[in-house]
């Protein structure tokens, strides 16, 4: 399960964002300025403020979704870590459809699911480890090999974190 970092924007891309609009303004401003009949110069100062602008308008826009994005990352890791632990399942136990809607629709198992998310990003703790999850379910049962499954799979990770 590989980790996704946000994208971090430079200060040499804003001066690219900055310099396209420049010239995009400049070249736009030579066939427009011809058409109204006014110089060049008259056309560009009161345009001259675009390229500031816009680039303003682009951090601001970037630094916002930067805020927004916070909590979209955390699902967005839940939700990899889910797709991760069905494959491993399905590749362990040679699960089918209608195995994984039985475990989808178990809310003592997507539980079991979130804790085990849990132990991944903030290790076992007396509350939350895989001894108590394995208890919720009856030996032998789906939900149990599963969790079996889950547990190993989580190690691995943990031990490559290392």
Same mark, same amino acid.
């Given at each position: ?38 110089? %060049?110069?008259?056309? /560009? ?7 500031? =602008?816009? +680039? #303003? ?59 085990? %998310?849990?132990?991944? /990003? ?7 480890? =895989?001894? +108590? #999850? ?29």
């Amino acid at each position: 399960m590989k980790k996704v970092r946000p994208k971090k924007y430079s200060v040499l891309y804003y001066v690219g964002v900055f310099l396209t609009v420049s010239v995009t303004l400049a070249i736009y401003g030579i066939f427009d300025h011809q058409r109204q009949g006014i110089s %060049y110069f008259e056309w /560009i100062v009161p345009h001259i403020y675009f390229p500031f =602008f816009i +680039t #303003i308008i682009m951090i601001v826009f970037q630094r916002f979704r930067k805020k927004i994005d916070v909590g979209v990352e955390e699902d967005k890791e839940k939700h990899d870590f889910v797709l991760h632990m069905s494959e491993r399942v399905k590749q362990e136990l040679a699960f089918d459809l209608e195995d994984f809607r039985v475990l989808q629709q178990s809310d003592a198992f997507q539980k079991a699911l979130y804790d085990a %998310y849990n132990i991944t /990003i903030y290790g076992e703790s007396e509350m939350v480890n =895989f001894s +108590t #999850i394995e208890t919720r379910f009856k030996e032998g049962s789906k939900e149990h090999l599963a969790i079996q499954i889950i547990r190993e799979e989580v190690q691995r990770l943990q031990q490559d974190k290392r």
